[in-house]
């Protein structure tokens, strides 16, 4: 998925290429242009009551607006435009700004409610200057443009018309630029949000998309473990989702460890092998801290979701005779924990080929690490691919107390030392206090080493040499979640000491749902 910063890009490079090759319909390239104008005020519409719109915001929308009028003077002077070929850079730049506001719209609901944790980052006065920043340099690409169909005009006044078109998109560029420096440059990563619905791994995926596939299966989990945190879906997580949950997270983390221990024998630098090896140690703590967490559901039992629980003795045959015997529910499992277990296919098609299931009954021979370099595009790519999987853990390990506390009503136990008085002949009692903390310790326990994992793995990226802008917006995001369960001060996945992180992350106002 196009992140802001590769749509600003694209369209960067379609004004240039219209500047520098100018169409010969002039009356269609005005029309376009004055298009193109119109879509790049929209991500500049932003501002709210928690982070209103900037004065250098203001006055690049004021000089748009007077471009756009010495445009549409130019077009009255202009004939139509021909019905010939007309050149699409105009119109591929265009659709780049609208995808910008596709993408920054998409993670709030119709009613302008967040939907993801880095909708609150976009609510920031950095975020809206990094807006503010990009589109002012689209504004000088413009002006190139615009400058281009002044050249050889007969009209004089059309000439002149497109000279003050250039002259305002230039000076909008100058000022947006000079007064955007505490930009927030982290916001560029961002991508569009996808809804909760799961996409199956098939035995025809080719092994090179994984690393694509494996981002949007997490940005999925993300915004999944966003809305159990703040009680914004109608399908919540069960304690057999829960447990199921933690199974598949566990095998993903062994599976992306043995990835990177198959990887580390190729490489012919011994310092890059050990770092890899250290990153595989951590993904395993990481799947052990989430092994012990569906362990702890081992002797709990959800009622409105049996699907994990303690093997049953057969009815008796009194009980067959009265006709007490009856079917457990069938409940359709929560969304996230379908993607989950997708996620642990990918991984496991990424270390075993396409056709790897994990219900397989023998286990095939890894393929070869230089092959999985290739389809990662090497070893700094591959960590950032999998750098994903601790960093949506950490959001999903955050929100579980929450769905624990949520099912807490139907939840029993089989646990002998929680016979009570006037209950022994049933085997299932309701669950205890201590028990639902336990419980959520569980899962407290987890943040920490997807925390370590996610350090880790940013290391051998940084060694190699490939950036990973998203770390800085997954800390921010990280640290607005923390502040909404009024945690103080909160460790990020990104350690502040890593060289290329250390820009300064935008204090986050996260608004409180009223119950």
């Not at 709210?48 to 077009?75: C, N």
């Amino acid at each position: 998925m196009a992140t802001l910063d590769e749509l600003f890009d694209t369209a960067g490079d379609r004004l240039r290429t219209a500047a520098a090759a100018p169409s010969s319909d002039r009356p269609a390239s005005a029309h376009h242009l004055d298009q193109f104008l119109s879509a790049l005020a929209e991500p500049l519409g932003l501002g709210d009551e928690d982070a209103p719109q900037s004065a250098v915001t203001k006055d690049l929308v004021y000089h748009l607006s007077r471009a756009s009028d010495a445009v549409q003077s130019a077009q009255r002077l202009l004939p139509p435009p021909g019905a010939g070929p007309a050149e699409n850079h105009l119109p591929d730049a265009s659709a780049a700004v609208h995808a910008v506001r596709d993408v920054i719209e998409s993670h709030r609901g119709p009613d302008r409610v967040p939907l993801t944790a880095y909708a609150y980052a976009l609510t920031t006065g950095p975020a809206h200057h990094y807006l503010t920043r990009r589109c002012s340099e689209l504004a000088w690409g413009a002006a190139q443009v615009a400058s281009g169909l002044a050249q050889d005009s007969v009209d004089p006044s059309v000439a002149a018309a497109f000279g003050d078109v250039r002259r305002f998109l230039s000076e909008a560029s100058v000022f947006g630029r000079d007064g955007t420096r505490d930009a927030d440059a982290a916001i560029g990563a961002l991508s569009l949000t996808l809804p909760v619905e799961p996409v199956q791994a098939h035995p025809t995926d080719r092994t090179e998309d994984v690393p694509a596939n494996l981002a949007e299966d997490c940005d999925r989990l993300s915004r999944a473990a966003f809305e159990t945190l703040h009680h914004r879906s109608d399908h919540r997580m069960s304690g057999s989702d829960l447990q199921q949950l933690a199974r598949w997270t566990a095998m993903q983390r062994l599976l992306a460890g043995r990835v990177l221990l198959t990887v580390s024998e190729e490489l012919p630098d011994e310092a890059a092998a050990a770092a890899l090896r250290e990153s595989a140690g951590a993904l395993r703590a990481s799947a052990q801290a989430w092994q012990k967490s569906a362990t702890a559901w081992h002797r709990i039992v959800d009622i409105a979701d049996p699907r994990s629980h303690p093997k049953l003795p057969a009815p008796s045959y009194e009980i067959v005779r009265r006709g007490e015997v009856v079917r457990l529910p069938q409940v359709v499992p929560h969304p996230s924990t379908v993607i989950a277990h997708t996620a642990a296919v990918r991984v496991g098609q990424l270390l075993y080929g396409p056709e790897w299931r994990p219900e397989a009954a023998t286990r095939p021979a890894p393929r070869e690490g230089s092959e999985i370099l290739t389809d990662a595009q090497g070893a700094g790519a591959l960590a950032s691919a999998l750098y994903r999987l601790p960093a949506a853990g950490w959001q999903l390990a955050l929100a579980a107390p929450q769905a624990v506390s949520m099912a807490r009503g139907g939840l029993v136990t089989d646990a002998f030392e929680q016979r009570a008085r006037g209950l022994d002949d049933h085997r299932f009692r309701p669950v205890r206090r201590h028990q639902l903390e336990a419980l959520s310790h569980s899962y407290k326990a987890v943040l920490p080493a997807e925390q370590a994992s996610a350090a880790s793995l940013l290391d051998v990226a940084q060694h190699a040499g490939v950036p990973v802008p998203r770390a800085l917006l997954d800390a921010g995001a990280h640290r607005g979640l923390a502040a909404a369960q009024g945690w103080g001060q909160s460790r990020t996945a990104a350690r502040p000491d890593q060289p290329g992180l250390r820009a300064p992350q935008p204090q986050v106002r996260v608004p409180r749902r009223a119950l």
